[in-house]
């Protein structure tokens, strides 16, 4: 069935580096845009970043422009983030989503479940 | 940055009719779409392009648009609509997706 499944969260110190990733299935994976949301605890949602479908472009939220770093194999049906010099307000659960084309506007028609990253000393 | 805002809570007895308003000045140009998120689980498309219904959504959900507010309504609510409900459009360039700030649905 049509599913998205995060994993490679954890703990992490600020200032390290942590990479998650997203494994697509029963869809073509390669056909979409991607997207990473995240939510803070019991916070509400936050875009991060977006690939699309051919991986040549990337857009960044400001808060992680420059830090975060979002990419694609569509040979593994996977998009990953590699966080870096991470803070304590990225803490967070991440989730992956694929973007539907609605005209000139999009929506999320599928979602992981989200992986849960820590920032923490 | 274009934003949307949301009231951070409603309550309504079951068998009553929430609505649940999202404002934003980019809305008289762009369409939006409605979420529900219930308690350790991913968003959940209910509302889409304003007014659209995805399959398997109840009929008790509808959406609608004026001006620069977008309104989700649930008629007859049931007890497992509690949750939170988040707008959500995109921004003037395109690329950007943009959320309300949520809504929690709290039923009485």
């Known amino acids: 069935q049509v599913q998205l499944e995060e994993s490679g969260g954890g703990v992490v110190q600020p200032g390290k580096s942590l990479r998650v990733s997203c494994a697509a299935s029963?869809?073509?994976?390669?056909?979409?845009?991607m997207h990473w949301v995240r939510q803070a605890p019991g916070k509400g949602l936050e875009s991060v970043a977006v690939i699309i479908y051919d991986g040549s472009l990337q857009y960044y939220a400001d808060s992680v422009k420059g830090r975060f770093t979002i990419s694609r194999d569509n040979s593994k049906n996977t998009v990953y983030l590699q966080m870096n010099s991470l803070r304590s307000e990225d803490t967070a659960l991440y989730y992956c989503a694929a973007e539907v084309a609605a005209g000139p506007d999009f929506y999320f028609e599928i979602w992981g479940r989200g992986t849960l990253v820590t920032v923490s000393s | 940055s274009y934003e949307l805002t949301q009231p951070p809570s409603v309550s309504v007895s079951p068998g009553q009719t929430a609505r649940i308003p999202c404002s934003g000045d980019?809305?008289?140009?762009?369409?939006a779409f409605w979420y529900q998120q219930k308690s350790g689980q991913a968003p959940v498309l209910v509302i889409y392009k304003d007014t659209e219904r995805p399959s398997g959504i109840p009929e008790r959900f509808s959406g609608s648009s004026s001006g620069t507010t977008v309104t989700l309504t649930i008629s007859g609510v049931q007890a497992e609509d509690e949750a939170d409900y988040y707008c959500?459009?995109?921004?003037?360039?395109?690329?950007?997706?943009?959320f309300g700030g949520g809504t929690k649905l709290t039923v009485l």
């Open positions: 959500q459009s995109v921004d003037t360039s395109g690329t950007y997706s943009v």
């Open positions: 980019a809305l008289p140009k762009k369409v």
């Open positions: 029963g869809f073509t994976f390669s056909s979409y845009t």
